[in-house]
């Protein structure tokens, strides 16, 4: 009789999150070397190491104090789930953090009902979301104010600058700001390639239909990937600006100060007459906020993925020890032993994994017997 597979997703997905945990380090061997590409992987490895893909949807919180970059991140993020397959994956939601009103709290950081706020949506964001072909009836609902419960009511929450992730941080315990700290992360982190890619390099999007010979210059093989996240009116807003926003020069402080407008021109004329991008103006920050929209759905679908890969392969490893199986047998083992795990991939996918591990098994058993 077979045992159950009740507990194999939930042990993948503890390993793949232990071993994120445990592989990626921002320094070298040296104790005076520091490497920021190494330390943007290691903060992205936190990040994926407190992610549960197990439910195969996360919930994402963009916090902001003006009622607005949020609402257009949340709508671009699911603009762009959407996309890419995940409209059911990535649940985005956005909230605005309120301050206290009284100046005499000992508490600076206390979060007041937003009823003391005005929670309508502003008219700048609403146009604004309207020109990039956002969902209105999200981009123009009334907002809502950061509770600190929303911590542990969503999978990850990204804050628009870093002063705002400090207040909430400071708002906590030591020991709190510990667990919560991985999942609390900046919104710009995701502009990174570094960052976005460190859960999987080898996932591939079925979108992937970005022509780099537009860009100003040549990007890398990661930028290929992130674009590619996005349709082609998308691209085109970010094109002009993708250059200085890859390469992470911006602080999110500056990035995200902008106010939306849909009047400022992406393209501005210089001193010499020629066309170049309008930059520290809100067509650059726009842009940062389309990039990272694909940089968090590229993130959180590759953290899923391979958590999934990971408990597909404890299966795999626990159940078939010999080469007696035929695929059918298999398949039917797999269905029977976790549905959840096994429906996640496609037929041909399960196979492939499934052909693969056999291929290892038969060299691990002729090794084993050379060696008798």
């Not at 502003?122 to 009334?142: F, I, K, T, Y």
């Not at 400090?166 to 991985?182: A, D, E, R, T």
């Not at 600006?241 to 106010?259: D, V, Y």
């Not at 695929?327 to 499934?354: C, D, H, I, N």
Request: with cysteine.
């Amino acid at each position: 009789m077979l045992r159950s597979f009740d507990r194999t997703l939930a042990f993948g997905v503890w390993l793949a999150r232990f071993l994120w945990g445990h592989t990626t380090h921002a320094f070298s061997s040296s104790p005076d070397a520091f490497s920021l590409s190494a330390y943007q992987q290691a903060r992205a490895s936190e990040t994926a190491h407190a992610l549960d893909g197990s439910r195969f949807h996360l919930q994402v919180l963009i916090v902001d104090t003006d009622n607005q970059i949020g609402r257009i991140a949340e709508g671009l993020i699911a603009r762009v789930a959407e996309y890419n397959d995940g409209m059911f994956i990535l649940f985005p939601t956005s909230a605005t953090f309120v301050g206290s009103s009284n100046k005499s709290n000992k508490n600076e950081n206390r979060m007041v009902s937003y009823a003391e706020q005005d929670a309508t949506a502003p008219e700048n964001a609403v146009q604004v979301c309207r020109s990039l072909g956002l969902d209105m009836h999200r981009s123009s609902a009334d907002g809502i104010a950061f509770d600190e419960s929303y911590l542990d009511g969503y999978d990850l929450v990204l804050t628009t600058t870093d002063t705002l992730r400090n207040k909430i941080l400071g708002s906590l315990s030591f020991n709190s700001q510990q667990y919560y700290g991985p999942k609390l992360r900046l919104l710009s982190e995701f502009l990174s390639m570094d960052f976005i890619m460190a859960s999987s390099r080898k996932r591939t999007s079925s979108n992937e239909t970005f022509d780099n010979s537009k860009a100003d210059k040549e990007g890398t093989n990661t930028q290929d990937v992130v674009m590619g996240m996005l349709d082609g009116e998308l691209q085109d807003r970010v094109l002009p600006f993708l250059p200085r926003l890859a390469e992470s020069q911006l602080s999110s402080s500056n990035l995200f100060a902008h106010e939306p407008s849909v009047h400022e021109p992406r393209m501005a004329l210089n001193q010499k007459g020629a066309a170049v991008p309008n930059r520290n103006a809100w067509p650059e920050t726009e842009a940062a906020l389309i990039l990272a929209a694909a940089g968090i759905t590229r993130f959180c679908l590759d953290t899923i993925e391979t958590q999934m890969k990971v408990a597909f392969n404890v299966l795999l490893q626990n159940y078939f020890k010999h080469l007696d199986w035929t695929w059918e047998e298999a398949e039917e083992t797999l269905r029977m032993g976790s549905s959840g795990v096994v429906g996640y991939f496609s037929p041909k996918q399960r196979r492939v994994q499934w052909e693969e591990h056999m291929v290892e098994l038969q060299r691990q058993l002729e090794d084993e017997k050379a060696q008798k």
